[in-house]
């Protein structure tokens, strides 16, 4: 790449002159939205996602199930755009229609985990083969525990012995199913993407962890929520199961409406933005009730120096986060939360007290080693960051402008953005790998700042 192209891809961070105060309509929850496609598409009747996501990860699993034999019929109309939502991000509907799975496919992941992970369980159960590639980093992307599981429940599987992409899986149009062992140290997707599938697996599934450590496990918890929607019975060590064992009967899957809650983890920045410039920030539709992790910021962000109201009136409910012009580091324990480490690091960065983030080992396996990511970027900012053994060491330190590299990962793009808000002169580099999981990013920081709906 010349300089000038590189030069080109910087995008100035937009630097706050005051407080903000703004309200801001996130899109869908990827997690929900990818979960919901898979199962409506393993349903015994069509279902609706109303608001889901449409971004690379959710576009990606659509157009895999469509190779897949599933009918999507998507709707996108102007009142998108007249609730404030942008018309890239939202579809205003999109049915699924199952149909009989079939190869021969081939199933482009991109970088998704949830693409790579939950749709080779889904394959199996397709009438031919179907082959999975993806991009390079998804070459080293865990996929193993999910490959040998479903081994042991009697898939045929091709991956050259490497236990990740590329590979075939092909498909009988059904699967044994059964008890098998796995360990889902590195991802708790493995759990979830044998869960998912397994009402359709001819015994169901028992999914037993056998791992020293299980992180993410509000996502677990997620898919045996939306799970148990659709008509599945599921066991789990929550409501008085065996420890680490998930049970799901064979049944079939009823077709639902399902409206897809905000995706939490990515309102994130803009919370954050209220917190480090003494501002306010609203998001409207925050769940009462939910399982996603990104419903922690309330506590989190609340601990590192800002205040949060929830009120629900008849339009519904929101969230409206208040900074106080102060930020204090905090010491938390992220294993169940460690999507949301970037945005906080970011914070902590800009704190009045050294912060440190645990339990969150497993990032250095994300969309890139999130932990080597950060310490490099923001130490190159004029920072005082360490990574420790499962997580980072953050002593503020006085900040200075520079490029902020994202290593096609979202979640530093938007983590760079939260220090530029207040650190003149950052710049960062392909903002447009926030497509990935919100595609209007920019645009919505901007309007941000400019008071949109204040």
């Not at 993407?193 to 992180?215: C, D, I, M």
Request: aromatic residues 4%.
């Amino acid at each position: 790449m010349t300089e000038s192209s590189v030069q080109s891809a910087l995008w100035p961070a937009p630097y706050a002159s005051g407080a903000v105060e703004a309200t801001v309509t996130v899109p869908g929850s990827k997690s929900v939205t990818n979960r919901g496609l898979v199962l409506a598409a393993l349903a015994a009747e069509p279902g609706w996602l109303r608001r889901p996501l449409r971004s690379r990860d959710t576009l990606l699993m659509a157009e895999a199930l469509r190779a897949m034999g599933v009918g999507i019929e998507e709707t996108v109309s102007s009142s998108s755009a007249a609730a404030g939502i942008p018309a890239t991000t939202t579809g205003e509907a999109w049915r699924v229609i199952p149909s009989g799975l079939h190869g021969p496919a081939t199933v482009d992941v991109g970088n998704a985990g949830t693409v790579m992970r939950f749709l080779p369980p889904v394959a199996t159960l397709a009438d031919g083969p179907i082959r999975f590639d993806g991009d390079p980093r998804s070459y080293e992307r865990p996929l193993h525990s999910v490959i040998h599981a479903l081994r042991a429940l009697g898939a045929r599987i091709d991956d050259d012995n490497r236990g990740a992409l590329p590979l075939t899986v092909h498909g009988s149009g059904a699967l044994e199913g059964g008890p098998v062992k796995i360990d889902a140290s590195a991802s708790s997707q493995f759990v979830s993407a044998l869960l998912l599938s397994g009402p359709r697996f001819n015994q169901g599934v028992e999914v037993r962890h056998v791992g020293s450590v299980l992180p993410s496990m509000p996502h677990i918890r997620m898919t045996v929520d939306m799970l148990r929607g659709v008509g599945a019975q599921v066991d789990e060590p929550e409501t008085g199961g065996e420890p680490n064992v998930w049970r799901v009967s064979p049944s079939a899957l009823l077709g639902r409406d399902l409206t897809v809650e905000p995706d939490l983890s990515n309102a994130q920045p803009f919370l954050a933005a209220a917190l480090v410039t003494g501002g306010r920030v609203t998001v409207p539709d925050w769940p009462e009730r939910t399982t996603q992790p990104g419903d922690a910021l309330r506590e989190i962000f609340t601990e590192m120096g800002g205040s949060c109201e929830f009120s629900v009136t008849a339009d519904g409910s929101s969230l409206t986060f208040t900074g106080t012009g102060r930020i204090h580091g905090i010491d938390v324990d992220l294993s169940e939360v460690g999507e949301l480490t970037p945005g906080i690091a970011a914070v902590a960065a800009l704190a009045d007290s050294p912060s440190t983030l645990r339990g969150v080992a497993h990032l250095r396996l994300h969309e890139t080693d999130r932990l080597a990511a950060l310490t490099k970027e923001i130490n190159e900012l004029g920072g005082d960051v360490t990574e420790t053994a499962d997580g980072l060491h953050i002593r503020p330190r006085p900040l200075h402008g520079g490029v902020f590299h994202t290593y096609d990962d979202h979640r530093m793009a938007t983590a760079g953005s939260i220090i530029g808000l207040v650190v003149d002169g950052v710049e960062i580099e392909n903002v447009g790998t926030t497509a990935k999981t919100l595609p209007d990013f920019p645009r919505m920081w901007t309007d941000m700042l400019a008071g949109a709906g204040a």
